[in-house]
């Protein structure tokens, strides 16, 4: 058997789930959806950050890492830009419809402590277990797109300094 072809078990909150790798086209088709509404996120978060980031010398440095993201200073007007880029290409009926397609019951089963066999995931588990803890869900989603692209990230991330998969 392939090492992507693996089976990668996660705990959330007590209940373990089971990922198998999607179909490859289907991977490529999510992928594809995913970066058109993520890139211009992207964008807009290395320009507002890529502006302000200075070396030594005081001239505009062209390299930007995750820890420069998150220990810059950011001005009003940087926020609301990354805000204005969020709310322009992330709304409720998108974030609901990539879950759906990410925790894709084809390729997740869970298991509890008190079951014997694991069970395909539904959305009668997913609002049981998730209900009232978003975080969980999220979680989970991230678990699946680390098992599905985390060649690509690692990819990704060596060449950008932005994005560190474990």
């Known amino acids: 058997m392939f090492e992507r072809s693996k ?5 959330v909150d007590g209940v373990t789930f089971y990922i198998r790798p999607m179909d490859p086209f289907e991977a490529v088709k999510l992928m594809g959806d995913l970066q058109k509404v ?5 964008g807009k978060v290395t320009e507002v950050f890529g502006a ?4 030594k010398d005081g001239k505009e440095e062209k390299k930007m890492n995750i820890e420069d993201l998150i220990n810059s ?3 009003s007007a940087n926020v609301g830009a990354i805000f204005n880029a969020l709310a ?4 409720g009926d998108k974030l609901q419809m990539f ?27 997913i609002s049981e277990v998730f209900g009232g803890n978003l975080s969980g869900m999220y979680r989970l989603a991230w678990e699946v797109l680390l098992h599905n692209y985390g060649d690509f990230l690692s990819i990704f991330s060596s060449l950008s300094g932005l994005v560190k998969v474990q």
């Open 7 to 11: 089976v990668k078990d996660i705990d």
């Open 38 to 42: 993520i890139s211009p996120i992207i």
């Open 52 to 55: 302000n980031k200075k070396d």
């Open 73 to 75: 200073d950011m001005d």
């Open 88 to 91: 322009d290409n992330i709304d």
């Open 99 to 125: 879950l759906k397609r990410i925790l894709d019951s084809r390729y997740i089963a869970f298991k509890t402590y008190e079951m014997k066999d694991a069970q395909k995931l539904d959305t009668g588990i």
